[in-house]
Structure formats: C-alpha cells, structure tokens
C-alpha cells in the first residue's frame, strides 16, 4: 500500500488550498482515509476522515465548517479541500488509511490507521 499527499503550498489567510491522496496497492472503497497533521513542535492530530461508505466524514472542531473532505474510489483518490485557511493551519499534512472496521465510521486517532503517506506542506502566511 503506498498512499502520495500532494497539493501543499503556501497561502495566504483567508484562501484555499485542495489537497489530494492517491493511493496504490489497494482497491481503496474498502479503506477509510484519515487526514493528520503537524505543526513544528507539536504532536500530529486528526484533521479528517472519510468512511468507506462515503457516507460519513469527521472533522475535529476547529476546520469544521471549513473543512470538505471526498473521495474518488475510481481515481483512488481523496481530496480535503480546505478553505478559510488560517495561519493556525499551517502544518505538514499527512494522508493515512486502513482497512475499514466499520463502513459507516472512521478514526480520527493516529492509531485507527496502519499506512501512512509522505506529507504535504501547508503554510499560511500573509
């Protein structure tokens, strides 16, 4: 299983960046995606995830409602897309999956996902 975070950068308050996840090694409508990221000199938390059904998405509370997570089981990809960005936002952003437990939930715990990608830099910054 090999999964590639892409689509960092850096922008400035207020804008938009979407991120994407393309996975490999796996026929991802049977995994849940989970969303991570890491500020310098901070522990790595659960941003969002995505359900194998697609039905159900989570969100910690401060990127809800700026925060959109989707995912194209054919592409093998998902895409946070986040908006609003703020400089508390700026971290390494890292795209991780497993094999869902529970077609209607997904973790927002490091230790919910075994398969982790590389990570993507996000900064914020006027």
């Known amino acids: 299983v090999q999964l590639q975070a892409s689509g960092g950068g850096l922008v400035k308050p207020g804008g938009s960046l979407r991120l994407s996840c393309a996975a490999s090694?796996?026929?991802?409508?049977?995994?849940?995606i989970g969303w991570f990221r890491q500020a310098p000199g901070k522990e790595r938390e659960g941003v969002s995830c995505?359900?194998?059904?697609?039905?159900?998405?989570g969100y910690i509370d401060s990127v809800k409602g700026r925060f959109t997570i989707s995912r194209d089981n054919a592409e093998s990809t998902v895409y946070p897309q986040m908006n609003s960005l703020q400089p508390e936002d700026s971290a390494v952003y890292y795209c991780?999956?497993?094999?869902?437990?529970?077609?209607?939930?997904?973790?927002?715990?490091?230790?919910?996902?075994?398969?982790w990608g590389q990570g993507t830099l996000v900064t914020v910054s006027s």
């Open positions: 991780a999956t497993e094999l869902s437990k529970d077609p209607a939930s997904c973790g927002l715990h490091l230790n919910d996902y075994h398969y």
């Open positions: 090694g796996l026929i991802l409508k049977y995994y849940d």
């Open positions: 995505i359900s194998m059904r697609d039905t159900t998405t």
